[in-house]
């Protein structure tokens, strides 16, 4: 179905509170501010906006979720971003944080059928090289098994899944660390009082704090494997 443009702004919201949810979590209007880098009351004034234009719910006290149709208009723009993003890294060879980076660019300047003719170009990937699901609404079944790394219990292993939500700071700092879907990690020590975790990469230990290890979603592996 073709839908009408939105502005830029609205595009960022909805796209934001569809990547901040976690299931058929709330929002909070204070947690979108901060991801977006905007004040609370700007936050504040463009929920209200939206809510009366019938894309998301605002329950106070508890916080935003999209409706219906703010939903598909959230999962068109992301499929939009995460096509980019494999043109721009798998194609053209970009790093990962500058496909991100150009791919928040794109996507609010590309039109339907511009975006259609790049699936058919890509080969239809079914995810962005950062790992996550090109079509929001059609996860595999190993989304129903990963979790977030500060969930992993300490001395076992898991394989990097995916990042998520994206930012181009975290997704560089992540590069550095060899942190990339595909990698095998283990998860050796938590310090005390909300301290590091302490995982090893290949053969190199980093020290991760809870905040980006709570972007970074992995696939247990067996006990006997997780050496």
Request: hydrophobic content about 40%; some cysteine.
């Amino acid at each position: 179905m073709k839908h009408e443009p939105f502005n830029e702004s609205i595009e960022m919201y909805l796209k934001a509170v569809h990547e901040l949810a976690h299931g058929d979590d709330m929002v909070p209007i204070s947690g979108l501010a901060r991801w977006l880098g905007v004040s609370t009351v700007s936050a504040t004034e463009m929920v209200h906006r939206l809510e009366e234009q019938g894309l998301l719910e605002h329950k106070p006290y508890r916080g935003i979720q999209l409706t219906e149709t703010g939903s598909e208009r959230a999962a068109q723009i992301i499929r939009t971003h995460r096509l980019w993003e494999c043109f721009l890294a798998d194609k053209l060879h970009l790093s990962w944080a500058d496909a991100h980076d150009y791919a928040c660019r794109l996507e609010h300047a590309t039109a339907e059928a511009v975006v259609d003719a790049l699936d058919v170009f890509l080969g239809h990937p079914t995810t962005c090289p950062h790992g996550n699901p090109v079509e929001p609404g059609r996860a595999s079944d190993q989304e129903q098994q990963i979790m977030p790394l500060s969930d992993l219990p300490v001395g076992e292993g898991a394989v990097v899944h995916a990042i998520r939500p994206e930012s181009a700071l975290l997704l560089d700092y992540l590069s550095n660390h060899g942190v990339r879907p595909g990698q095998e990690i283990v998860l050796q020590e938590i310090a005390p009082f909300s301290g590091p975790l302490m995982v090893r990469v290949g053969s190199a230990v980093h020290a991760f704090s809870e905040e980006a290890a709570a972007h970074i979603f992995v696939l247990r592996r067996p006990a006997e494997d997780s050496s």
